[in-house]
């Protein structure tokens, strides 16, 4: 069975841009989380969520939004991009809303120039 | 609200030496407690989980953590380890209830010499 599939796996951008990360859970999965991961540093939360309404959000600008279709893949979006949004963004799905049994993707590297 | 702290950056351990990796947490009650691992340009994967019952847990790869409620640590160890370990290891939180995000640390870079 396929993992979590995370596309594009690398991506460049400049600042003031518009970039748009997508994820596809494992079959069965209704639920996505997303993660921000800046180098050196852990993964931080930025969404979750489940059967396609958000479940939690957290301390990330209005710049980022999210959402999740009906096949229950999500897409991240981040808008007017900084340097300081270069980061490896990771996506993890589950079956439900808990954190009990998290499946991670590779991840899409973003950098910022 | 839940933190999590590694103290250790980076890690230099001989092959087939044993290994400690430390993780204290903060959470107003007993959290669910992750220990994973990610290798360079990959996801995480995860090694082992804590959420009640027996305080020594059992993970993959040989790899073992114990939940000591009174330092509100959750360390992991393996015996022996392999070149293969070589990683970025990161301890994280989860809340029981309302419990829709993990916490991570900043992570233990492992290195392992021959």
């Known amino acids: 069975d396929a993992g979590v599939t995370q596309s594009p796996t690398h991506l460049i951008k400049t600042r003031g841009q518009h970039v748009t990360l997508r994820c596809s859970p494992i079959s069965g999965h209704k639920s996505v989380s997303w993660y921000q991961q800046v180098l050196g540093q852990g993964p931080q939360f930025i969404f979750q969520?489940?059967?396609?309404?958000?479940?939690g959000r957290g301390n990330f600008p209005d710049r980022f939004s999210a959402r999740q279709f009906p096949n229950y893949s999500s897409e991240l979006n981040v808008n007017a991009l900084l340097l300081g949004d270069s980061a490896l963004y990771l996506c993890?799905?589950?079956?439900?809303?808990?954190?009990?049994?998290?499946?991670f993707g590779s991840g899409t590297q973003l950098s910022v120039l | 609200a839940q933190s999590v702290t590694q103290p250790d950056i980076h890690i230099t351990v001989s092959e087939g030496a044993s290994l400690e990796l430390r993780c204290n947490y903060s959470y107003g009650a007993t959290p669910y407690l992750f220990w994973y691992v990610q290798s360079p340009g990959q996801g995480l994967q995860l090694l082992l989980k804590y959420f009640s019952g027996d305080t020594l847990v059992q993970g993959i790869k040989g790899f073992e953590a114990e939940f000591k409620r009174s330092q509100s640590s959750f360390n992991l160890r393996k015996p022996s380890v392999h070149w293969s370990d070589a990683a970025e290891y990161f301890c994280?939180?989860?809340?029981?209830?309302?419990?829709?995000?993990?916490?991570f640390g900043t992570g233990t870079r492992l290195t392992i010499i021959p």
């Open positions: 969520y489940y059967e396609k309404e958000e479940r």
């Open positions: 993890a799905s589950s079956l439900g809303t808990g954190v009990e049994k998290l499946f």
């Open positions: 994280a939180v989860g809340a029981v209830i309302g419990n829709e995000k993990l916490t």
